[in-house]
T-cell receptor, first 112, second 114 residues
Framework: DQQVKQNSPSLSVQEGRISILNCDYT??????FLWYKKYPAEGPTFLIS?????DKNEDGRFTVFLNKSAKHLSLHIVPSQPGDSAVYFC???????????FGKGTHLIIQP | NAGVMQNPRHLVRRRGQEARLRCSPM?????VYWYRQLPEEGLKFMVY????????ESGMPKERFSAEFPKEGPSILRIQQVVRGDSAAYFC????????????FGEGSRLTVL
């Protein structure tokens, strides 16, 4: 039973354009959401987060939007750069569990 | 180095052998989490430990897997009698307290079972 779902295994975006990565969750008890970025053969690195009491959080080129009623969040990257090519994991905390619950990831490919 | 340190980075074992993976958390962090990533999958929670205590092992397979975080030294994830299905990347993460949300990850240990 996957509580955090990333339905797009991969996404290809042209350099300079906006990248939008989506994530859905089923557990309404999750109270904190995070995005991690992962390069091959490296560990995940924290990118940006949002509390369930907010609907938007912005950090430079990265913005995360949360729609609690739809149990949906998205990560916007604008403008997309070649170094953004990586696997992006959506994660959630709370819901009675320790640690983070991760989605399967979306492989973002930025094309020149 | 102030980050989460994992070793070995790569480990090859034959079926039936034991694998030991070590994790030193970030300085000042006393909470350690182990995750496993199978090919084409996300990271699956295995176990959460504080110093000398296992807090949550709900993600650990019931047999062959164990974890510890002694008062002194690194946290250790131990897999006995490894099978091919144990081949995966094992990531350790640490945090300064239990419910901070953000976890800091190591670079992972890649176990290959022949």
């Amino acid at each position: 039973d996957q509580q955090v779902k990333q339905n797009s295994p991969s996404l290809s975006v042209q350099e300079g354009r906006i990248s939008i990565l989506n994530c859905d969750y089923t557990n309404s008890m999750f109270d904190y959401f995070l995005w991690y970025k992962k390069y091959p053969a490296e560990g995940p690195t924290f990118l940006i987060s949002i509390s369930s009491i907010k609907d938007k959080n912005e950090d430079g080129r990265f913005t995360v939007f949360l729609n609690k009623s739809a149990k949906h969040l998205s990560l916007h990257i604008v403008p997309s750069q070649p170094g953004d090519s990586a696997v992006y994991f959506c994660a959630a905390s709370g819901g009675g569990a320790d640690g983070l619950t991760f989605g399967k990831g979306t492989h973002l490919i930025i094309q020149p | 180095n102030a980050g989460v340190m994992q070793n070995p980075r790569h480990l090859v074992r034959r079926r039936g052998q034991e694998a030991r993976l070590r994790c030193s958390p970030m300085k000042g962090h006393s909470h350690v989490y182990w995750y496993r990533q199978l090919p084409e999958e996300g990271l699956k929670f295995m176990v959460y430990l504080q110093k000398e205590n296992i807090i949550d092992e709900s993600g650990m397979p019931k047999e062959r897997f164990s974890a510890e975080f002694p008062k002194e030294g690194p946290s250790i994830l131990r897999i006995q009698q490894v099978v091919r299905g144990d081949s995966a990347a094992y990531f350790c993460a640490s945090s300064p307290s239990r419910h901070t949300g953000e976890l800091f990850f190591g670079e992972g240990s890649r176990l290959t079972v022949l």
